[in-house]
C-alpha cells in the first residue's frame, strides 16, 4: 500500500466525464476512477460476469487477487440502463492496527472504471477519536464565547464608547491605512485569477489516502 500518492485529472470543463489516475511517489501507475455520466447508457451484466472483467483487469495492473479476499460486492442501477457493479478484496492476512488494507473495483457497463488502493479504517476509531476531541471542542467553545464577551463587547465596545466620549480616538488615520491595505488584498486576488483553474472542482496535488 502506498500512503502517499499522486493524482493526475484528465477532464473537460462542462462535462461529467472524467478520469482520475493515480501513481506512487516514484511515478508508477497505482489505479485510477472513471467517471461516467448517470444517463450515460451501457450494458447491464450479471454480478458473475462484471466479476470475471473486475478481475481480468486486476490481473492486467499485475495485481495478485489471490492474496484478497471478496468481502462486499454491490450494484447500481444508473438512469440510462446501465449497471454498475462494486466489488472490495481485503488482505485477510496483513492489517495496521485495526486497519484493513482493501482494493475496490467498480465496472460500469461492461469495463472496468475504478481501480483504488484505500485502509479501511475501523468505526469504532472514529468513536474514539470524537470522545478524545469532545473535551478539547468543549474548551473551544468556552474561550470563543469568553472572546466574544470579554473582548469584543467588554474591550472594544465598552471601551470605544468611554474613550469617543473622551475624544481620545483617532480614527482617521487608521481608516485610511485600512482601505489601502484593503486595496492591495484586492490586487493580490486579482493576481490570483490565472491560477484560478487549478481549483475546478477540486484540488490538484498530494493526498495522503482514502479512508471508509
Excluded at 174 to 190: D, E, Y
Amino acid at each position: 500500500y502506498q500512503p502517499f500518492q499522486w493524482y493526475v485529472r484528465h477532464y473537460r470543463e462542462g462535462e461529467a466525464r472524467e478520469t482520475q489516475w493515480y501513481f506512487t511517489p516514484r511515478g508508477e501507475p497505482y489505479g485510477f476512477v472513471v467517471t461516467l455520466p448517470e444517463k450515460e447508457a451501457g450494458a447491464a451484466l450479471e454480478a458473475g460476469q462484471a466479476q470475471a472483467i473486475a478481475e481480468r483487469g486486476a490481473g492486467e495492473w499485475k495485481i495478485d487477487l489471490a492474496k484478497f479476499a471478496l468481502v462486499e460486492k454491490s450494484r447500481d442501477v444508473r438512469p440510462g440502463g446501465r449497471v454498475d457493479h462494486t466489488f472490495v478484496y481485503e488482505r485477510p492476512d496483513v492489517k495496521i492496527g485495526d486497519g484493513r488494507y482493501r482494493l475496490r473495483l467498480v465496472v460500469g457497463g461492461d469495463r472496468l472504471t475504478t481501480l483504488r488502493h484505500f485502509v479501511k479504517v475501523p468505526e469504532a476509531f472514529g468513536r474514539r477519536f470524537e470522545e478524545m476531541r469532545s473535551a478539547n471542542s468543549g474548551i473551544s467553545i468556552i474561550s470563543v464565547v469568553g472572546l466574544v464577551l470579554v473582548y469584543l463587547i467588554g474591550g472594544c465596545g465598552v471601551g470605544l464608547f468611554f474613550l469617543g466620549r473622551q475624544r481620545w480616538i483617532v480614527w482617521r488615520m487608521p481608516v485610511a491605512w485600512g482601505v489601502f491595505v484593503a486595496f492591495l488584498q484586492l490586487l493580490a486576488g486579482i493576481n490570483q485569477w490565472p491560477l484560478a483553474w487549478l481549483d475546478y472542482d477540486f484540488d490538484l496535488g498530494l493526498i495522503w489516502s482514502e479512508t471508509v
